[in-house]
């Protein structure tokens, strides 16, 4: 039977699990780098919503602000999203027992 040598093994198993644990870390890293680039389109939608909020205020009309290429970004959002959460829901009706 072979000797077998701990701390080499050991040494070996380390080193498995350093790389397995640099993947995960690299995995973290990218996620809350999404989550936090989310948070900032968030900030920033919030912002462009009060902009032309603001523009309308000051006189501009959502007609003179669409010839400028400048549409309520938010409200075609809105739109998309109802869109996407109905037919969500489409299949979940169509699968229920009658």
């Keep these: 039977m072979a000797n077998l040598d701990i701390e080499q093994t050991r040494n070996q198993a380390r080193a498995l699990l350093d790389s397995r644990i640099e993947s995960v870390t ?9 989550t936090d680039l989310k948070d900032q389109l968030v900030a920033a939608e919030r912002d462009d919503k009060r902009a032309y909020v603001q523009a309308t205020r000051d006189g501009w009309s959502a007609e003179e602000l669409k010839k400028l290429g400048l549409e ?4 075609k959002r809105r739109r998309t999203t109802k869109r996407t959460t109905e ?12």
Excluded: C, H
């Excluded at 690299?26 to 999404?34: F, S």
């Excluded at 309520?72 to 409200?75: G, I, K, R, T």
């Design 26 to 34: 690299e995995l973290v890293k990218t996620r809350q780098r999404i």
């Design 72 to 75: 309520p970004a938010a409200v």
């Design 87 to 98: 037919t969500d829901q489409e299949p979940a009706t169509a699968n229920t027992p009658s």
